[in-house]
C-alpha cells in the first residue's frame, strides 16, 4: 500500500457532477475486456459491488487484477464492456468524481521533511469537502504522531499515512492495492483494524490481496479472478461451495487402538499419520459412526478437530494450486 493518489489531488475540487451517489451498486462491471497490444488479459468480467461492501479481489500474480483495478480508478482505459463507478464510467472522470475515490497503490515516494500533519493538511486542501486532519489521523492510529517527519516513520506507520491521504478527501470509495504486503504480523494486523474501522464508516472498499486469511479477516466479499476471468464470486465463508465441503475429521489415536478397530467410513476410512489419524472427504454420518464408536468402547478421541476446508484451500483448488 503506498501512494494515496487520489489521482492528481490538485484537480480534485468540485465541479458540479452529479453522478448519483445514492444507488446500492457502487461498482457495476459488464463483460469488460482488456488488450494489452494484441493480448487480451481480461476476458469479459461481470460484477457488481454494493455500497458499504468489502470487496477482495484475490488472483495469482497476473490474473488481471491490477489491470482490472485500475480501469475502476479511471487509471486504465479497457478495451470493450461496459463499467460504472459511483455512476459514472471511469474512462470519463470528472473532478468530482476523482474527489469520492481513495486510492492507495503499492508503493510510493513522499516528502521525507514534511510532518504527517503537514501532508494530510496539504493533501486535505485539494478537496471540496475534506475530513478534519485531526480527525484523519485518529482514523488510521496516527493522532500520537502527527510532528514526526514522513521519512521517520516505520514501514506501518507510513502505511497509515498513505491511507490518510486517500481518506482525508472523505471518500465514498477507497481502493487498496496489496494493502499489507511486506508487514510483519502485527503490523498487519494494525492496519486490518483500520480497514475494519473504515467499514464501520460505511465506506465501500475493494482490496487486492494475495493473502486469504487477510481476505477472510475483512472482506465480505471474494472475487477470485484467473487468467482475466472471474473463477469465483462469494462470501469467505461460502467462495467455491466451501460451506459444503466435506471436513476432515482428525485426532490422536486412543492407547491401545488400532486404526482398523475405528469405524469405517462410504466415503473412506481413517488414515494413521504418525500419532495421529485422519479422515478425508467425511461427512455428518462419519462424525456420528466416530462418536458412537467412543461410547460403546468408552474411549476418548484426544485432540479431536473436524474442519471444513479453509479458504486457502478453497483458493487453491480454484486456481488450479497456483497462489
Ligand atoms: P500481480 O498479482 O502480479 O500484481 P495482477 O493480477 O495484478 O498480477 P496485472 O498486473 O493486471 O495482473 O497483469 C495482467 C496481465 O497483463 C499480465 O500478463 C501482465 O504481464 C500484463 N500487463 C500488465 N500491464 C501491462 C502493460 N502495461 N503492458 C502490457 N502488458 C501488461
Not at 485539494?126 to 496516527?142: K, N
Not at 514526526?148 to 472523505?170: E, K, P, Y
Not at 502485527?186 to 481476505?215: F, N, P
Request: glycine share 10%.
Amino acid at each position: 500500500m503506498g501512494v494515496p493518489a487520489q489521482t492528481n489531488p490538485a484537480e480534485a475540487v468540485a465541479d458540479g457532477d452529479t453522478a448519483d451517489a445514492r444507488t446500492s451498486t457502487v461498482v457495476d462491471v459488464k463483460g469488460l475486456t482488456m488488450h494489452y497490444g494484441d493480448i487480451e488479459v481480461l476476458h469479459g468480467i461481470d460484477l457488481a459491488i454494493a455500497r458499504g461492501d468489502v470487496c477482495a479481489i484475490v488472483g495469482p500474480n497476473g490474473a488481471g487484477k491490477t489491470t482490472l483495478v485500475e480501469i475502476l480508478e479511471g487509471y486504465r482505459t479497457r478495451t470493450g464492456g461496459a463499467v460504472t463507478v459511483l455512476g459514472l464510467d471511469p474512462s470519463h472522470p470528472t473532478r468530482a468524481w476523482r474527489s469520492r475515490i481513495g486510492i492507495v497503490l503499492q508503493s510510493c515516494e513522499m516528502p521525507a521533511a514534511l510532518t504527517v500533519w503537514e501532508l494530510v493538511e496539504r493533501f486535505a486542501g485539494y478537496y471540496p469537502q475534506p475530513r478534519p486532519v485531526a480527525e484523519t489521523l485518529e482514523l488510521v492510529g496516527l493522532s500520537d504522531r502527527p510532528n514526526a517527519r514522513a521519512g521517520t516513520l516505520s514501514g506501518g506507520q507510513q502505511r497509515r499515512l498513505d491511507v490518510a491521504m486517500a481518506l482525508v478527501g472523505d471518500p465514498d470509495v477507497l481502493f487498496l492495492d496489496e494493502p499489507t504486503t511486506g508487514f510483519d504480523p502485527s503490523a498487519r494486523h494494525q492496519a486490518w483494524d483500520v480497514i475494519t474501522g473504515l467499514r464501520e464508516l460505511g465506506k465501500t472498499i475493494v482490496l487486492t490481496t494475495h493473502y486469504m486469511e487477510e481476505a477472510e479477516a475483512l472482506a465480505d466479499r471474494v472475487i477470485v479472478v484467473v487468467a482475466g476471468r472471474v473463477v469465483a464470486d462469494g462470501t469467505p465463508e461460502t467462495l467455491g461451495g466451501r460451506d459444503h465441503a466435506p471436513s476432515t475429521i482428525r485426532f490422536r489415536l486412543p492407547e491401545g487402538v488400532n486404526v482398523a478397530q475405528l469405524p469405517s467410513s462410504h466415503n473412506g476410512g481413517f488414515v494413521a499419520d504418525r500419532d495421529h489419524v485422519t479422515m478425508t472427504n467425511a461427512d455428518l454420518d462419519d462424525l456420528e459412526a466416530l462418536i458412537a464408536w467412543c461410547r460403546e468402547n468408552t474411549r476418548p478421541l484426544p485432540g479431536l478437530t473436524v474442519e471444513r476446508p479453509s479458504l486457502e484451500d478453497v483458493y487453491l483448488e480454484l486456481t488450479g494450486g497456483v497462489r
